[in-house]
């Protein structure tokens, strides 16, 4: 059994490694793509009509994959007073209460995201005519990686507690 939970953290911290050089991408792209837009508007008179649109939709891209990284790593926000009040017992009950509830919110999220995607089909973005489903799709995508996380946290939370 600790032969398997291990396995499943290796993996996890293999994604997890290769999320952060996707995010990395992901931030270069919509970088580069800001600065071109700028560049063909204000230098060369030749605004590019694709360049704000590729920047927002990596913009959504990168806050929704990178919510679940910061969420793995416990730098969202939190509002720790209520569960800092209480003895530890007491506390990490609470603390996998919220799990819970973050687990159940995250799902519903994602099937109601992923419902809401298959029903986009033939819309397409204005400037670069892509499927809309591909932006919108970020949502449920980024949802459904923070109810892993919160899955794991939940099950491995002793042995994830000990990296933070």
Not at 18 to 44: H, N, P, Q
Not at 86 to 101: D, W
Not at 105 to 128: N, R
Request: proline share 4%; with cysteine; glycine share 8%.
């Amino acid at each position: 059994m600790r032969d398997l939970r291990n396995r499943i953290l290796t993996i996890e911290h293999g994604f997890h490694l290769f999320m952060k050089w996707v995010l990395f991408i992901i931030i270069g792209a919509m970088t580069l793509s800001v600065l071109l837009g700028v560049l063909f508007r204000y230098v060369l008179k030749a605004p590019l009509p694709w360049s704000e649109e590729l920047a927002r939709y990596l913009m959504i891209w990168g806050v929704s994959l990178g919510a679940s990284i910061a969420f793995r790593e416990g730098s969202h926000v939190g509002v720790t007073m209520l569960q800092d009040r209480f003895t530890k017992k007491y506390g990490k009950g609470l603390f996998q209460f919220a799990q819970i509830i973050i687990i159940i919110f995250m799902a519903i999220i994602s099937i109601q995201g992923f419902i809401l995607v298959s029903k986009l089909e033939g819309q397409t973005s204005p400037a670069m005519e892509i499927p809309m489903a591909w932006p919108y799709l970020a949502i449920p995508v980024g949802c459904f990686l923070i109810f892993l996380e919160a899955l794991a946290i939940l099950i491995f939370k002793d042995d994830r507690h000990e990296e933070r």
